[in-house]
């Protein structure tokens, strides 16, 4: 009975004691857990901190490469190229025209030009040769002098040479008519020029007025209002503007030039004429 009561009492101590034992098996289960997940937060926070640490190092020991502006590069065109571009951008058709303005007006300004340079004359030495002449071989000889002179000075002294034997009112007359002619021979083909000024403008205002109704057209059609539809017709229509002025500003200039040529060289006759005048009636004042 002792044996079996001590064995009981063994069992019931084995017994009260499994619940303090399945405790602490639980309580080291779950702090051996929580070491573990504790482990594992700190060696994920600490690969964070080096990770960030790693790449600050990084950003700091590596430059930063400051983007190079990219350089446009444009085609430079020579002045013939920029010509040629313009003129074809402008429309053929009108473009030509305005050319054959600039072509024929500049081939009549040049041949103005190099007439009235001809024309030109020393009519003081050419009175000085004809006084010479007169002295010594009479009027044939003075004649003679104004037939191998050039120019419409001489041209006018002939004929006063030739009508010398007359009264001074036929001199002078015939002078003065003979004046007038050579003056219309300067004056010729100043017509054509001013024409051609006043042309080249119109035609570049025509371009201008169809250029814009090209782009009114191309906003009707699209229904809507967009620069790039209606700049093509505006670009044309300045452009033909722009070369029409061009012409008429450069045939303007030659023809001002040729203007005042023409008044020099006639104010020029004029003078002469009355020296000449001046030079027969003392002439035939010595003769009698």
């Given at each position: 009975?002792?044996?079996?009561?001590?064995?009981?009492?063994?069992?019931?101590?084995?017994?009260?004691?499994?619940?303090?034992?399945?405790?602490?098996?639980?309580?080291?289960?779950?702090?051996?857990?929580?070491?573990?997940?504790?482990?594992?937060?700190?060696?994920?926070?600490?690969?964070?901190?080096?990770?960030?640490?790693?790449?600050?190092?990084?950003?700091?020991?590596?430059?930063?490469?400051?983007?190079?502006?990219?350089?446009?590069?444009?085609?430079?065109?020579?002045?013939?190229?920029?010509?040629?571009?313009?003129?074809?951008?402008?429309?053929?058709?009108?473009?030509?025209?305005?050319?054959?303005?600039?072509?024929?007006?500049?081939?009549?300004?040049?041949?103005?030009?190099?007439?009235?340079?001809?024309?030109?004359?020393?009519?003081?030495?050419?009175?000085?040769?004809?006084?010479?002449?007169?002295?010594?071989?009479?009027?044939?000889?003075?004649?003679?002098?104004?037939?191998?002179?050039?120019?419409?000075?001489?041209?006018?002294?002939?004929?006063?040479?030739?009508r010398s034997s007359g009264s001074y009112e036929e001199v002078a007359k015939a002078i003065e008519d003979y004046g007038s002619v050579e003056m219309?021979?300067?004056?010729?083909?100043?017509?054509?020029?001013?024409?051609?000024?006043?042309?080249?403008?119109?035609?570049?205002?025509?371009?201008?007025?169809?250029?814009?109704?090209?782009?009114?057209?191309?906003?009707?059609?699209?229904?809507?209002?967009?620069?790039?539809?209606?700049?093509?017709?505006?670009?044309?229509?300045?452009?033909?503007?722009?070369?029409?002025?061009?012409?008429?500003?450069?045939?303007?200039?030659?023809?001002?030039?040729?203007?005042?040529?023409?008044?020099?060289?006639?104010?020029?006759?004029?003078?002469?004429?009355?020296?000449?005048?001046?030079?027969?009636?003392?002439?035939?004042?010595?003769?009698?």
């Amino acid at each position: 009975m002792k044996k079996l009561f001590a064995l009981l009492a063994l069992a019931g101590l084995i017994l009260a004691n499994v619940p303090n034992v399945a405790y602490a098996q639980e309580a080291a289960t779950e702090l051996a857990t929580d070491t573990s997940v504790m482990a594992a937060e700190m060696d994920s926070t600490m690969a964070e901190e080096v990770l960030m640490d790693s790449t600050a190092v990084v950003e700091e020991g590596t430059p930063e490469v400051a983007a190079e502006p990219v350089e446009e590069r444009r085609e430079v065109l020579s002045f013939h190229q920029t010509v040629k571009r313009y003129f074809i951008e402008g429309g053929a058709t009108f473009m030509a025209f305005v050319l054959i303005c600039l072509i024929l007006g500049l081939a009549l300004s040049i041949e103005r030009i190099i007439y009235l340079n001809m024309a030109t004359t020393n009519s003081g030495k050419l009175v000085e040769e004809i006084e010479e002449s007169l002295a010594k071989g009479g009027v044939d000889a003075a004649k003679e002098v104004c037939r191998n002179t050039r120019g419409p000075v001489a041209t006018i002294f002939y004929q006063g040479l030739d009508r010398s034997s007359g009264s001074y009112e036929e001199v002078a007359k015939a002078i003065e008519d003979y004046g007038s002619v050579e003056m219309s021979k300067l004056e010729r083909g100043l017509s054509w020029i001013s024409l051609f000024i006043s042309l080249a403008p119109m035609l570049g205002f025509m371009g201008t007025v169809i250029g814009m109704i090209s782009a009114f057209d191309k906003i009707a059609e699209a229904n809507t209002i967009n620069a790039s539809i209606v700049a093509g017709g505006i670009k044309i229509a300045l452009i033909t503007t722009v070369s029409g002025l061009i012409v008429a500003i450069i045939l303007q200039v030659f023809y001002n030039y040729i203007l005042s040529k023409i008044d020099s060289i006639v104010l020029d006759m004029e003078e002469s004429s009355m020296d000449l005048v001046d030079l027969i009636y003392k002439r035939k004042l010595q003769s009698k």
